[in-house]
């Protein structure tokens, strides 16, 4: 096991998954795997109109995936490690995957991963549209943002 693969097993939220290493806090399907000095991460996220029990008009979907695309190609801004590199983004179906690449910095691989593979779930998330009846999962996201946002309240920043 390297150095790299090490702390992401001892980091306490990634768990060995074939032989790559799955985020445990995050909502939808992760994979962090080592290639010597590199990290590669992959995150599936669902396209909008596989978010919604609505037809979605192919206008706003191209939209929508088109904006989303672009905000996360700036994924290098959320992290100090080396080289980040957004590998692809993609869609088949109603997944859009996003495959990334970044030389971690020394002790920081799985602060760096986490960091990366959240910003891809929160521009998914900031992309989600009022007015459309999500499916369960994604409801479910919203209520507990909405909760997290009153329970802070009044809670200076």
């Known amino acids: 096991m390297t150095d790299i693969e090490q702390e992401l097993a001892d980091h306490g939220r990634f768990a060995r998954a074939d032989g790559a290493f799955a985020p445990t806090t995050n909502d939808w399907d992760a994979t962090v795997a080592v290639d010597g000095e590199t990290v590669e991460i992959t995150v599936v996220v669902p396209t909008l109109d596989a978010a919604t ?6 206008v706003v979907e191209d939209g929508w995936y088109d904006t989303f695309e672009r905000r996360v190609r700036d994924a290098d801004s ?3 490690a080396a080289d980040v590199d957004v590998r692809s983004v993609g869609r088949e179906g109603g997944d859009i995957t996003v495959e990334i690449a970044f030389t971690p910095r020394s002790g920081k691989a799985a602060d760096d991963a986490l960091a990366l593979v959240n910003y891809v779930e929160g521009t998914w998330f900031q992309g989600v549209i009022p007015g459309y009846d999500y499916v369960g999962r994604v409801e479910r996201m919203r209520q507990q943002a909405a909760q997290n946002a009153e329970s ?3 809670t200076p920043l």
């Open 53 to 58: 029990n609505d037809d979605v008009a192919e």
């Open 78 to 80: 959320v992290t100090l």
């Open 152 to 154: 802070t309240e009044g």
